[in-house]
């Protein structure tokens, strides 16, 4: 019986340097606790530090167990060879406390870039390959890369062949891109070493297979399956002197059979760790062989599952056919709809309503990366449907419906300090995931209210992200549709097109504004003033040291301390600011929600010099000549 595994991944802040490559790949918790906890955490730590010596002793790969008590535990980690040994324990120790995010699941797996760790309560050291696993795909660039494409092609599949008769199956090599800018290509391949060197073989290709899926418009992508990664990258992540001279293990292709690979594998064994390992393993593959009478057995807890196809016609039938009464809202990208499916959970069925046929081209490896998005602030994607008249996303539940209903609908008003913190806090840290942490970076382009989501503890997660990746490039820019939501769009945004993280950053500082007043950004908020928009409300208040009036009236002063919405109205008023290298990224700005001292670099409103938008009824955005820097403006919103 193979366990359905719930993987989700939680907020992990990266230590403070990049070198020990802890970008998070996967994070996958089996679904199924253990029952004596205590003795689990034990047997876990002991491992943890059995492992963490045997990686300080210059090797890549570790193995531990301790299986004496009624919670077995089977450990493995690798970090990839590039890694120096300080590097490498730094990544094993990120790992080892990130991985503690699965609490007492009875199984777990982190996939970072620069190593991985895996437990299960069960033997796994020989799986080799699992359904479910897909290319990691990176950032999209422009196209014309084919030439690029036909070098990552070749370096691949040189590498998927190689790497397996290759004594600790691990190779890494570059290639040039000749065409009209000649650059490098980077790749590694890598398999665990207690796998068979046909196991590796085996996943490697399937890896190759995958992680192709990415090389056509993506410079860097990743491959990670049960015994196996692969990553290639159009920019160096491990130095030109590191490479594996692949050429002779290219050459014998033709005549290795399996037994050659049999000598291959137990000689580099002996030559690489002792003779107590050719003894395990024997061990392991008598052992591997008694298990294959049950295959469903082979595969761990923490399989990945991948996105799950939906029928068409059930996901009508939960939905009620469509009906008004179940629909939730209306999105950027169609409308959703509440759906209880034969099991009797919950789900919400948005829509799409991106209808051309390169969406439809997209569609697959867009769910896939939205797909692989864990974070607990963010709006888990379960599954699709692309088989029916139209293209159908099915996504998670969330009872308590979105932030503005609690900000201007039938709940304003009844949020307290504390619920409103999380809530700006839990956002704060799923955008810094999107941007910052996945391996694709991810532009929201239109935070408000009503793509916050709250579940039951009234923590928010973001919904309708990734989803702007499902349309082709140049319609993302030309599509007034996709310019955000006014009011919260970014100005350089809203103007110029200009799309960057800072512009998710933006509409955060307006939405906790928002947050803060209760009060709408659009709304005017100081008749006598003229017409002064929130953010202009905000910043003018701020300038005389009065950002306190901004405080929703509904909020009881008995429970929240002056400094901390002061502070929290700075940290807002800085995400405001231009031009946006003035606007922090969202790692600082948890950071700086984190942090109990006050806001260092005050915000301040000099640089703003982009102009006064006017946006009319039609929801044109025309824009009027840049005005002196002294009464520079923000956004300005007209005959409404
Ligand atoms: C496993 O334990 C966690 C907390 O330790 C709990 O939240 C979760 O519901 C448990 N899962 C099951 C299936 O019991
Ligand atoms: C295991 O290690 C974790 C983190 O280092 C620690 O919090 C926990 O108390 C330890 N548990 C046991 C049973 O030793
Ligand atoms: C370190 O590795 C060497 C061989 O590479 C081995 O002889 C020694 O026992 C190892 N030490 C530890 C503490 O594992
Ligand atoms: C792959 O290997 C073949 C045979 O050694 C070699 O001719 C070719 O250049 C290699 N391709 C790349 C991209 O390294
Ligand atoms: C080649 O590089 C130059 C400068 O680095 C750049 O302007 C140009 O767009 C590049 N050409 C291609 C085809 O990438």
Known sequence: ??????VFLVYLTNPASSQPQTNILILACSMANVTNSR????????????????????????????????VPVYVMAQCRNYMSTRDCLGCFDFAASSIRACAAANGARLVLDGCFLRYESSYFYTDTTARGYQGLCGNRISSGQSVFETAVDGLLSNLSIATSKINGF?????TLVVGTNTSTAYAIAQCAETISPD????CLQVAYKNVMNCATDVIDGRAVDTGCFMRYSGTSFFRNTQTTDIAPFLRDRETSGSSSNKGAIIGGVVGGVGGLIILLTVVLLWYRRSKRTAPGNLYGATELQGPKDYIYSDLKKATKNFREENKLGEGGFGDVYKGVVKDGNIIAVKRLTIGSNTAKDNFESE????????????IRLLGCCSKGPELLLVLEYMANGSLEKYLYGEKQGSLNWKQRYDIIFGTAKGLAYLHEQYHVTIIHRDIKPSNILLDNDFQPKIADFGLARLLPEDQTHTSTRFAGTLGYAAPEYAIHKQLSEKVDTYSFGIVVLEIVSGKRCTDVQNESAGDQILLEHAWNLYETRMHLKLVDENLDPSNYKEEDIKKVIEIALMCTQSPVSMR?????????????????NLPSRQNVNLGVIRIDMNNSISTTKSMSNADATMTAITGR
Do not use: W
């Not at 691990?170 to 570059?174: F, G, V």
């Not at 196991?199 to 085996?202: A, D, F, M, P």
């Not at 769910?367 to 963010?378: K, P, T």
């Not at 990224?585 to 001292?597: A, D, E, G, I, R």
């Open 1 to 6: 019986m193979v366990v359905v595994a719930v």
């Open 39 to 70: 003795d689990f955490y034990s047997n876990l730590n002991q491992t943890f530090v059995n492992i963490r010596s045997q990686l300080s002793n210059n090797t890549y790969f570790a193995t531990a167990e301790l299986t004496r008590n009624s």
């Open 170 to 174: 691990y190779a890494a090599a570059t």
């Open 199 to 202: 196991g590796c073989r085996n």
């Open 367 to 378: 769910v896939r990366v939205i797909s692989n998005v864990h974070h607990r602030n963010l």
């Open 584 to 600: 922090p990224t969202m790692s600082k700005v948890v950071m700086l929600l984190n942090n109990q001292s006050r806001v260092q």
